[in-house]
């Protein structure tokens, strides 16, 4: 037990920690004018044109990492510049060792963690909730992003769990909800390294932003990070606490005097593909030849209309392969660039929990791709109200589905400090003949978030389903309350899924069930030594059935350690209590092996660690060990990477999992092999190599791509997939597809 003396240096520490964060919240935001220029600077990478000496600075930049409120160690200088069409932003990043400056990505929306970089945050509505982000780095790649409700989505908090910490990462990758990386407009940038550090030109048309068409001087939200690696420093223009992140632009700083208009804004984007594909399981082979198009235009500067027709995903990197060992559905992430864009107006639920819509379920049958004809968006700001409308029509699949119509609303009325109420309504309707299929599904919901101050948010929502073969015992909800501070993360939850809740356009991977959830995060930073952040949590979770039998129990206790080289510690300890129900469908996971019913208790231990991610050999090992559903299981994971320079990195990982118990036994292995290559920040190869021994499957992806700066462009895809029973390479699928794309602007 800890002596008195311990409690009050604790105590003393949350009071100035509450004192100094009340200060810094209720501080004059920093503010910088843009200057109006006719002839715009040259993007050449040095912020040295006579245009930049007209403009304003901001400067004077504070320390969030290691110690909070300091001034940064290095100086740096933004200064904005706009014309009639685009918005300049330069960027000087002084460096009193430009030698020692880290340069780790040069692929468009590379990990800015691991290098040197800037990110730039505008809320272009001045609605102090939502945003664009732009980055870059000393090899001047493009990173941008949207971001909604200020990175908050369905009251999550971070956290890791289950036996592997790396089981939880691809579907972290897929929560599109409030942060969208995987949005990407067009823009230009260019960086370069020089006697003063390096530094950066952007270039950002107006038409690739939303803001209001007002013909008075605007100002917008405005916030800006710099990520000093070797020194693990993250500082920022308008201090943001520890506890949060530059998505926080309720507490950004201002972009003043900025008289823009929309401008005309109509885009086409055609597509031609061909190649050769051919399917060895079935003997078929065929050549594709294929046109469509997209069109995106801007009805106002805050509303926009998208169009597609006969649409194509050909140059997508291929979903990432995972081994299920749980009683319920995968995860797997949207990579489509159509639905990925404003993805977060249409979200609603809890994420992998609870999605009411999930794009996913669009194109997408039992795995299988279902040509997408035609579809159109209307996504943007009235007033404060953000809109969502999306229908899309599928076609027929012989033997398959039917084609069908896709339909889905959102509207969210957005209120101050991260508050907002909204609705939903999705519709899927078959054309034609069902197949067997319901020939309809349609679902509604509505969902409420309050913000009190800066540290709490409740958030509920409510939602219903219609099918014409189910009925009653179709509703869901949940209630959320969340804390949230430099030291401490609280979060409870209540959810209800009745059994008949069957949203067809949506993913829930869990039904009949009423789960309750707490969660407590101590976040202490050091602001020396080895130590960046401890982050010992513990999390609890049930899931009863609606007869009120306990069906699942999980206690996890972890303490994770972040070093400040960018490394990581972590133990873990599960406590687990699982109910398989006679009832139930048969839990296999193996194939052949089965989980008889039964009541379960058992308990997993893992420990993890992980070096320097920026390091030019990097990696982490993962080893788990424990029981399983009456047997005891061992699972060993192990991540190692290479880089030379930012161009070429290439990572290999494999999972290797054994289970024995007296109902059966097996052995499990998945490694993946990343091998990338940059010529330039728009011209790359990949290459991804896939094993996964429970399918008996080898897949191969290999991408050439030579883009522009909107992401169109020319790619090569190539993609083949064998069967591997005992020591045979079967081939199953092999295609090669080349494919050009090209935006005109009007």
């Not at 969502?388 to 957005?414: D, K, Y």
């Not at 993913?507 to 995060?521: A, C, L, S």
């Not at 129990?553 to 350690?561: A, G, P, S, V």
Request: aromatic letters at 14%; glycine letters at 10%; proline letters at 5%.
């Amino acid at each position: 037990m800890w002596d008195t003396r311990v409690w009050k240096r604790v105590a003393v520490g949350l009071l100035l920690s509450i004192s100094c964060l009340s200060a810094a919240l209720h501080a004059t935001p920093p503010s910088v004018s843009a200057v109006r220029i006719e002839t715009p600077p040259v993007l050449d990478g040095r912020v040295n044109d006579e245009e930049w000496g007209a403009a304003a600075t901001a400067s004077d930049f504070v320390q969030q990492r290691p110690a909070l409120g300091k001034p940064a160690t290095e100086k740096t200088e933004v200064r904005f510049l706009y014309t009639e069409d685009a918005l300049y932003i330069g960027v000087i990043c002084f460096d009193s060792e430009p030698d020692k400056i880290v340069d780790t990505q040069s692929r468009r929306d590379g990990n800015l963690n691991d290098s040197d970089s800037i990110l730039i945050i505008l809320d272009t509505f001045f609605d102090r909730q939502n945003g664009f982000l732009f980055g870059t780095n000393p090899s001047g790649i493009q990173y941008d992003a949207q971001i909604l409700n200020e990175g908050v989505s369905g009251g999550q908090v971070s956290s890791t769990g289950g036996i592997g910490r790396s089981a939880t990462s691809t579907a972290a990758r897929g929560n599109v909800a409030a942060f969208n990386l995987n949005w990407d407009t067009t823009w230009t940038v260019s960086s370069s390294r020089t006697e003063r550090g390096w530094e950066t030109e952007m270039r950002i048309p107006l038409t690739s932003l939303r803001f209001k068409g007002s013909e008075e001087p605007q100002k917008w939200g405005l916030n800006v990070m710099r990520n000093i690696r070797r020194k693990n420093e993250q500082s920022f223009w308008a201090e943001i606490p520890q506890a949060h992140s530059i998505y926080r632009v309720s507490l950004a700083g201002e972009l003043e005097s900025l008289e823009v208009r929309s401008p005309r804004n109509l885009k086409f984007i055609p597509y031609v593909l061909v190649g050769p594909q051919k399917d060895f399981s079935a003997s078929t082979s065929e050549f594709k030849n294929e046109v469509g198009f997209d069109v995106k235009y801007g009805l106002t500067s805050a509303l926009t209309l998208d169009g597609t027709v006969n649409t194509d995903f050909a140059q997508v990197e291929v979903d990432d392969e995972q081994i299920n060992l749980t009683r319920f559905d995968l995860f797997f992430p949207e990579k489509r660039g159509f639905f990925l864009e404003n993805a977060g107006t249409f979200a609603f639920g809890t994420p992998r929990e609870m999605d009411l819509f999930f794009s996913r379920r669009i194109g997408i049958e039992d795995g299988t791709e279902v040509p997408i004809l035609w579809g159109t968006r209307l996504t943007g700001k009235v007033d404060r109200f953000n809109l969502g409308i999306l229908s899309i029509q599928t076609g027929e699949e012989e033997n398959l589905v039917a084609g069908q119509n896709f339909f889905v609303g959102r509207v969210r009325r957005e209120f101050h400090r991260r508050s907002s109420v909204g609705f939903i309504f999705t519709n899927r309707d078959n054309v034609g003949d069902p197949l067997g299929h319901t020939e309809y599904n349609r679902a509604w919901g509505t969902d409420l978030q309050l913000g009190f101050g800066e540290h709490v948010i409740l958030s509920s929502w409510l939602a219903k389903t219609y099918s014409p073969d189910l009925s009653g015992d179709d509703w869901a909800g949940n209630f959320i309350a969340e804390y949230r501070s430099d030291l401490w993360q609280f979060d409870a939850r209540y959810q209800e899924i009745q059994e008949n809740f069957n949203p067809e356009v949506g993913f829930v991977p869990r039904r009949g069930i009423r789960y309750p959830r707490f969660g407590v995060h101590f976040t202490p930073s050091p602001e020396s030594g080895p130590v960046r952040q401890w982050n010992p949590h513990f999390t609890f979770r049930r899931f009863y059935g609606f007869d009120g039998e306990l069906e699942t129990e999980r206690q996890h206790w972890d303490l994770e350690i972040r070093l400040t080289n960018g490394g990581s510690i972590g133990i873990t300890t599960n406590r687990n209590y699982e109910l398989l129900r006679a009832d139930n469908p048969p839990f296999e996971p193996h194939p052949g092996v089965t989980v008889p019913p039964g009541v379960y208790r058992f308990n997993e231990y893992d420990f993890f660690v992980g070096s320097d991610p920026s390091a030019k050999i990097f990696g982490d090992i993962d080893i788990g060990f424990g029981g399983f559903y009456g047997g005891d299981i061992q699972t060993y994971s192990v991540s190692l990477g290479f880089r030379t320079g930012p161009r070429f990195i290439t990572t290999f990982d494999i999972t290797n999992t054994s289970v024995e118990a007296d109902w059966g036994r097996f052995n499990t292995t998945l490694g993946r092999l990343k091998v990338n290559y940059s010529f330039t920040p728009y011209r790359f190869i990949d290459a991804f190599f896939q094993y996964n021994s429970r399918s008996q499957q080898f897949s191969t992806n290999i991408r050439f791509g030579w883009t522009t700066t909107s992401g169109t462009g020319l790619y090569v895809v190539y993609n083949d997939r064998y069967a591997t029973p005992g020591e045979r390479f079967d081939p199953l699928e092999r295609a090669l597809f080349v494919k050009y794309s090209y935006q005109f602007d009007f």
